[in-house]
T-cell receptor
Framework: GAGVSQSPSNKVTEKGKDVELRCDPI?????LYWYRQSLGQGLEFLIY????????KSGLPSDRFSAERTGGSVSTLTIQRTQQEDSAVYLC?????????????FGPGTRLTVL | GQNIDQPTEMTATEGAIVQINCTYQ??????LFWYQQHAGEAPTFLSY????GLEEKGRFSSFLSRSKGYSYLLLKELQMKDSASYLC?????????FGTGTRLQVFP
């Protein structure tokens, strides 16, 4: 497919467990973003990768959250020792390149529920 | 700090015109985006403004005033399928800062 894909689409986990969320960006897109959207809320920026530069982690809410991007393509967001407040939809977006004009293309998201 | 304000909810009638306002205060500005998000789906791009003025695209138009920190999205000839959340986002350097979104309900 030509769009951004994310897996799993839904994840239910128990409090204290670790989870990994995957994002496959559009081929050739150099920028990749992770956002979190809680019920009825806007998108909260988490982390941003651009090419080979060091990621911008300024939005990560705690050190339980981390992300990596291997080979400039696929990205994994890891949440350790999950808490109930981590329950949200996690959205990934990619962009061809960061410039004055470009839009982000969003994946369908992973709905995370922490029991 | 970063602050983007939109009304939480709006309602309108099929065939009517609705204007969704967005005001922003951000440390940087490299353009303003509007996205549409249907319930349970990913946001999809609607419009982009970087210069002052009106950008028209079919039934949707977006306006920007940088000096006032203000934008609006204008939806004409409303259809039932326009019922969705509309997200205003400001591009601050390399990142998008989103508002909480405006949930629009279109009634017959």
């Amino acid at each position: 497919g030509a769009g951004v894909s994310q897996s799993p689409s839904n994840k239910v986990t128990e409090k204290g467990k670790d989870v990994e969320l995957r994002c496959d960006p559009i081929s050739g897109h150099t920028a990749l973003y992770w956002y979190r959207q809680s019920l009825g809320q806007g998108l909260e920026f988490l982390i941003y990768f651009q090419g080979n530069s060091a990621p911008d982690k300024s939005g990560l809410p705690s050190d339980r959250f981390s992300a990596e991007r291997t080979g400039g393509s696929v990205s994994t967001l890891t949440i350790q020792r999950t808490q109930q407040e981590d329950s949200a939809v996690y959205l990934c977006a990619s962009m061809w390149q960061v410039g004055v004009w470009d839009t982000q293309y969003f994946g369908p998201g992973t709905r995370l529920t922490v029991l | 700090g970063q602050n983007i304000d939109q009304p939480t909810e709006m309602t309108a009638t099929e065939g009517a015109i609705v204007q969704i306002n967005c005001t922003y205060q951000t440390s940087g500005f490299n353009g303003l985006f509007w996205y549409q998000q249907h319930a349970g789906e990913a946001p999809t791009f609607l419009s982009y403004n970087v210069l002052d003025g009106l950008e028209e695209k079919g039934r949707f138009s977006s306006f920007l005033s940088r000096s006032k920190g203000y934008s609006y999205l204008l939806l004409k000839e409303l259809q039932m399928k326009d019922s969705a959340s509309y997200l205003c986002a400001v591009k601050d350097t390399d990142k998008l800062i989103f508002g909480t979104g405006t949930r629009l309900q279109v009634f017959p």
